[in-house]
């Protein structure tokens, strides 16, 4: 048995994981022990791959057709093939109960923190999404530049806060305060982990932000460094805790078209 798991490539080294919502899946994965390869599609490949594959819409474009994301992953055991990160993590759990995802009690947790946790990032997403185009091949990163600008409305270098001026600071300290309002509620009970002694999908949607953020920027950047020092460090002591969740260990191979 062997779950192929879809994901982005990127340009440094043969694969850079960079998409945070696939490192929820990757995450997910790794701590079920579940046997899994990686397939890289290129962003202009992504359609036509997901339609061949039978994957899922996720959501919608503006002009009412459907849109295709990642991660998606196939299970060859089953034959199932499940789209979205969330719809990953619960399929993975009713499939392959232990250890769990969701352990018992926390359903409502969950469902309050994926309605409440993207207002917390919404502020890193300005400081995230055109960097990512950086670490892109040429084909994908024109393809993402060019939708984002029209999502946007502005090209990615315009959304992007420019170093030293006070929009930067002020919006760096306003994604400060976004986990910053995360890490009061985990002190109430004086837990690194949402999950307590063993993680949960919540803890796993938040690595999943900041691995991304890590990549995309480098691990010795000042970005990079100043988050991890961010709430007396408890993000980077976060990160190391679930540091043995990370491994990709399979080589990755492109998707056929």
Not at 45 to 55: I, N, S, V, Y
Not at 74 to 87: F, G, I, L, M, W
Not at 117 to 123: D, G, W
Not at 152 to 180: C, D, I, V
Request: hydrophobic share 40%; charged share 25%.
């Amino acid at each position: 048995m062997t779950i192929i798991l879809y994901d982005f490539p990127a340009k440094r080294n043969e694969h850079t994981a960079w998409n945070p919502n696939v490192w929820k899946a990757r995450y997910s994965l790794v701590y079920k022990s579940l046997p899994y390869r990686t397939v890289l599609v290129e962003f202009p490949d992504l359609e036509h791959t997901m339609r061949e594959l039978g994957a899922a819409p996720t959501e919608t474009k503006p002009d009412g057709s459907p849109k295709y994301t990642l991660p998606v992953i196939h299970d060859t055991a089953t034959n199932a093939v499940v789209s979205d990160s969330v719809a990953i993590a619960q399929y993975l759990d009713e499939t392959y109960p232990s250890p769990p995802l969701f352990p018992n009690g926390t359903h409502a947790f969950h469902a309050s923190f994926n309605d409440l946790f993207p207002a917390r990032i919404e502020p890193m997403l300005q400081f995230l999404l055109p960097s990512i185009a950086s670490v892109l091949n040429p084909r994908s990163e024109e393809y993402f530049r060019h939708t984002r600008k029209e999502m946007f409305g502005m090209e990615l270098t315009e959304l992007y806060p420019a170093k030293g001026s006070e929009k930067r600071n002020r919006e760096w300290r306003k994604f400060e305060e976004g986990f910053g309002m995360l890490d009061k509620a985990m002190r109430k009970t004086d837990i690194l982990m949402m999950g307590g002694n063993a993680p949960c999908f919540a803890d796993f949607t938040v690595a999943g932000w900041l691995r991304s953020f890590r990549t995309v920027f480098g691990e010795d950047s000042e970005e990079w460094n100043d988050v991890s020092r961010w709430h007396e460090g408890r993000w980077h002591k976060f990160m190391k805790a679930l540091e043995k969740y990370e491994s990709d260990v399979v080589q990755p191979i492109f998707a056929r078209l």
